[in-house]
Each structure stands twice: as structure tokens, then as C-alpha cells.
């Protein structure tokens, strides 16, 4: 989702219709309906074993291949392998936080 992980703030979703986001909380338009949510990705993945009870490399498949898949990308993200996009996070192995963030091999600052 656009925005997701900012501080909230207001933004046009599409031309002409206005939403806000917030952290922990649904992006909502200026009416409050839904459209969408401003989790971050890493917030999706300790979500996952909070309510799931699976593990993490069930949570790592969950949050990267399954979704590769249903973009139908695969062969090009959600797994490291030879001849993927090397992006990738690196967790702090008790908190889950983001320590580093890596773009095409590249520790991103």
C-alpha cells in the first residue's frame, strides 16, 4: 500500500479521491470507508506467527514466495536463488526488527 510505515498523512489514492493513512490502522477515505491497509511488510510478518503459531520459515514462505506466486514472479523474486533479485531483509533473530535491507545485493541505506 502507498505510504504504508509512514507517520500518516494524507494522499491521493488515485486522481480525485483523497485517503489517509495511519500507522496500525485501515487507510480510510475522507468518507471513512475502507481502501486499504497501512501494514508494512515486516508488521505482516511477525502478525503471522503472532495469530498463525507457525514458524518462521513458514512465516518467510508465507510473507515472500506465496505472494512471488500469485504475481506470477517466481522465477524472479520471493526466494534467494541463483539468477533472482537479490532483496532481501535481515530480522533481529529475538525482536523481528528490520536490521538491514538489502536491493539487488546492496545494502540499502
Known amino acids: 500500500m502507498k505510504y504504508a510505515g509512514t507517520p500518516g498523512m494524507a494522499f491521493e489514492f488515485y486522481p480525485g479521491y483523497r485517503v489517509m493513512s495511519a500507522p496500525g490502522k485501515a487507510v480510510r477515505d475522507e468518507n471513512g470507508g475502507l481502501c486499504g491497509s497501512s501494514l508494512t511488510s515486516d508488521e505482516a510478518m511477525r502478525n503471522y506467527l503472532v495469530y498463525s503459531g507457525q514458524d518462521l520459515v513458514r ?51
Request: hydrophobic fraction near 45%.
Open 59 to 109: 512465516m518467510a514462505q508465507a510473507t515472500s514466495l506465496v505472494p512471488a506466486r500469485v504475481l506470477g514472479m517466481e522465477a524472479e523474486i520471493g526466494s534467494i536463488a541463483a539468477g533472482k533479485r537479490a532483496d532481501f531483509i535481515l530480522l533481529d533473530r529475538s525482536t523481528l526488527q528490520v536490521k538491514a535491507t538489502y536491493v539487488d545485493g546492496t545494502l540499502s541505506s
